[in-house]
Each structure stands twice: as structure tokens, then as C-alpha cells.
T-cell receptor, first 111, second 114 residues
Framework: KQEVTQIPAALSVPEGENLVLNCSFT??????LQWFRQDPGKGLTSLLL?????REQTSGRLNASLDKSSGRSTLYIAASQPGDSATYLC??????????FGAGTRLFVKA | EAGVAQSPRYKIIEKRQSVAFWCNPI?????LYWYQQILGQGPKLLIQ????????DSQLPKDRFSAERLKGVDSTLKIQPAKLEDSAVYLC????????????FGQGTRLTVV
């Protein structure tokens, strides 16, 4: 059974700092891994989708990497801004259209 | 491109009452999902439709939850009777058919059972 874990559960950093969010999964047989952002009281916004054959994806200040063999993905945020404050969720697609989510990392960027 | 639409945004009901949520997916998306997100946790898949057929409902509490997707477009999720532990945000998502395709989420419905 696939389990997805995110560390840390919460993170507070000063504005301008580069940071890394971690996501680990127990079953390496995934089709893709997706990173989402969730603002309080809102739905999920897709940030990056990494297919199983890919190693990383980049969008602006965000870079996500995937290492299937070790069961890990990281989301790197460069030059963090207060507007980046949100909860970041990773989700592993295990095939059969099953997507398993982690509990998320709550990020607070201080101005 | 219009996103996934959900209504209502908020709902407060007493325990043992019934409630229904509605979802309109992105046009052309054959796959529709309902997730339950309890405060502080990641979303948990309740049910997945492919067109109007159920693909996976293994985590749906079928004694009180039901869902349908008539004509393979809109979907409704119903809870009857509601319990206190059903308080959560209910998220609807849709995606195109195909392994590994990206899912798009609605704003969610926040349910409070008192």
C-alpha cells in the first residue's frame, strides 16, 4: 500500500531564503508525482507534474526533482516571498488512477 | 478554460441531517474524483468516476455516503445521515483519460457538522 510522507510538517523562513520541501513514498512504482499548493480555504493548485520517466521539472522559481529508486521528491523554492506562504502537498499517482496525497508542509515566509 | 466548479462553498448542518454537494468538471474531462480533506491532513480519495462508471469507491463509507455522475458530466456527493467526523473540505477534481494525466481541483466545499 502506497504511503506518502512530507517533511517538515511546518516551516517558517525569512523572505529571500531558498528552501527545500521533502516528499517520500513507499512504493516506487508510480506513474507520476505532482506538487500542489493550497491556500487557506481554497482548493488545490497544481504547481509541477513529474512523469515517472523524468528527473525534474521547473517553473519559474520552483524546481521539483524525482528519484524513484529512493522514493523521494523534493520541491525547491528559490528566493522565497511572503506570497509563497501556503500549504504544499505532494501526491503520487500509483496507477489505476489512484493518487495518494501526503499531509502537506505548511510554509510561512516572513517579510 | 473554465475550471472545476463546486457548490456550495460552505455548509453547516446538524448531525443526522443530510447534505449534497455538486461538481461540474472541466469540459471534456472523462475522469472525476471526490476527495475528503480533514483539517491538517492531505486529501483522501472517496470515489473516482470514469465517464459515468465508478472506477474506485473502496474508501467511500457506503452506509452513509453516495455519489453519482449522471450522463458522465456533473456529479453529486451525498451524505445521509451526517456525523460529526464528516466535518471536512470535500474536493472535486477532474482529469483527461490517460495514465499520469494532470488533475485539476475545484475550490472545495467546507462542511461543518454540529
Amino acid at each position: 500500500k502506497q504511503e506518502v510522507t512530507q517533511i517538515p510538517a511546518a516551516l517558517s523562513v525569512p523572505e529571500g531564503e531558498n528552501l527545500v520541501l521533502n516528499c517520500s513514498f513507499t512504493d516506487s512504482a508510480i506513474y507520476n508525482l505532482q506538487w500542489f499548493r493550497q491556500d487557506p480555504g481554497k482548493g488545490l493548485t497544481s504547481l509541477l507534474l513529474i512523469q515517472s520517466s523524468q528527473r525534474e521539472q521547473t517553473s519559474g522559481r520552483l524546481n521539483a526533482s524525482l528519484d524513484k529508486s529512493s522514493g523521494r521528491s523534493t520541491l525547491y523554492i528559490a528566493a522565497s516571498q511572503p506570497g509563497d506562504s501556503a500549504t504544499y502537498l505532494c501526491a503520487a499517482d500509483t496507477g489505476g488512477f489512484k493518487t495518494i496525497f501526503g499531509a502537506g508542509t505548511r510554509l510561512f515566509v516572513k517579510a | 478554460e473554465a475550471g472545476v466548479a463546486q457548490s456550495p462553498r460552505y455548509k453547516i448542518i446538524e448531525k443526522r441531517q443530510s447534505v449534497a454537494f455538486w461538481c461540474n468538471p472541466i469540459s471534456g474531462h472523462a475522469t472525476l474524483y471526490w476527495y475528503q480533506q480533514i483539517l491538517g491532513q492531505g486529501p483522501k480519495l472517496l470515489i473516482q468516476f470514469q465517464n459515468n462508471g465508478v472506477v474506485d469507491d473502496s474508501q467511500l463509507p457506503k452506509d452513509r455516503f453516495s455519489a453519482e455522475r449522471l450522463k458522465g458530466v456533473d456529479s453529486t456527493l451525498k451524505i445521509q445521515p451526517a456525523k460529526l467526523e464528516d466535518s471536512a473540505v470535500y474536493l472535486c477534481a477532474s482529469s483527461q483519460t490517460g495514465v499520469g494525466t494532470e488533475a485539476f481541483f475545484g475550490q472545495g466545499t467546507r462542511l461543518t457538522v454540529v
